[in-house]
């Protein structure tokens, strides 16, 4: 079983405009929503490839009943803790007559330390069956930049082999890995934040992933957006180059990287081949319009194997 931890959902609003004119009048063309958070974008594309999937999440007021409603539209029925503030709204302008996309992401509510508590509860009951467990996104107001600290080490209690996929930024992230999660997949401006240092060519991301995986995991996947990604074991180190396809949206892509990587780990597939899995499901997400999910059917369409280079 794999299980998804969202703490800060939203609902993602796209907007398509032909052209976007600042301080001007812009004509919406059509409008999509989706439910909206790195750990729901992740359930939703392991969903869609008929993998079986737990979901964790925080929802409150209208909002969070109309991402829960269309979760359930997908097939998706989430294990939720009822918050008292609403959850958050996310836009994306896209750009149809020169592909642009441009993102306007909420804080998200304020959590109180009462919910947090029913959450690490059902956190608990859920863990204990997981063998892949997802720590991903952002935090809502309320809640420490620790908190995916005590939730690896809350689950390591109580199922000792399972492995957790940390996918977060700055403070969270840096102290996630004080935890040692079994995998982590920072982007390259994630990667730099962490580091504090600029990340400019090959070598920098040899030396990065090197560096991150010395602060307490297994395993670290570095995305680089249209140049793939590189990633370390402890014993190798695997660029994979990305696939070149058409690109309808970029939104959720490190998402669905996470869904493949997942997907193919749950399989027993190597290294390489979770890797290169990985950069296909992407690959399918860019080429989805807005904020929907791949399905085996975009994977399918996808006939080239991405290059993959083992670096020393």
């Not at 909206?36 to 869609?48: A, Q, T």
């Not at 190597?270 to 807005?290: C, H, N, Q, W, Y």
């Amino acid at each position: 079983m794999i299980t998804t931890l969202t703490l800060n959902p939203a609902l993602d609003t796209t907007l398509y405009v032909e052209d976007f004119i600042p301080d001007d009048s812009n004509r919406v063309l059509d409008t999509q929503k989706d439910p909206g958070g790195k750990g729901l974008n992740v359930s939703r594309i392991l969903h869609k490839l008929n993998k079986k999937v737990s979901t964790i999440t925080f929802f409150g007021g209208h909002t969070g009943n109309e991402v829960e409603e269309l979760l359930k539209k997908e097939g998706l029925f989430p294990f939720t803790i009822r918050i008292s503030e609403d959850t958050r709204n996310n836009i994306t302008i896209t750009k149809t007559n020169q592909f642009r996309q441009t993102r306007l992401n909420q804080k998200g509510p304020n959590v109180s330390n009462g919910e947090f508590e029913s959450l690490l509860s059902m956190v608990e009951q859920l863990g204990d069956n997981a063998n892949i467990f997802v720590l991903s996104g952002s935090l809502p107001k309320g809640l420490k930049s620790n908190v995916y600290k005590e939730i690896i080490i809350l689950l390591r209690k109580v199922n000792k082999d399972i492995k957790i996929i940390l996918d977060a930024d700055k403070d969270a992230l840096l102290t996630g890995l004080t935890a040692n999660p079994f995998l982590v997949k920072p982007n390259i401006h994630e990667a730099e934040r962490l580091l504090s240092r600029k990340i400019s060519n090959i070598h920098d991301q040899i030396r990065a992933i090197k560096d991150i995986r010395n602060l307490g995991c297994q395993i670290v996947v570095m995305s680089r957006g249209s140049e793939g990604l590189i990633a370390y074991n402890g014993e190798e180190i695997i660029e994979v180059k990305p696939l070149n396809v058409e690109v309808k949206s970029t939104v959720g892509a490190g998402d669905a990287l996470v869904a493949g990587i997942c997907y193919a780990l749950e399989e027993g597939k190597s290294f390489s081949e979770i890797l290169e899995f990985g950069v296909r499901v992407s690959a399918a997400k860019v080429m989805t319009p807005g904020t929907g999910v791949c399905s085996w059917d975009e994977i399918n369409k996808i006939k080239d194997a991405p290059e993959i280079i083992r670096r020393k």
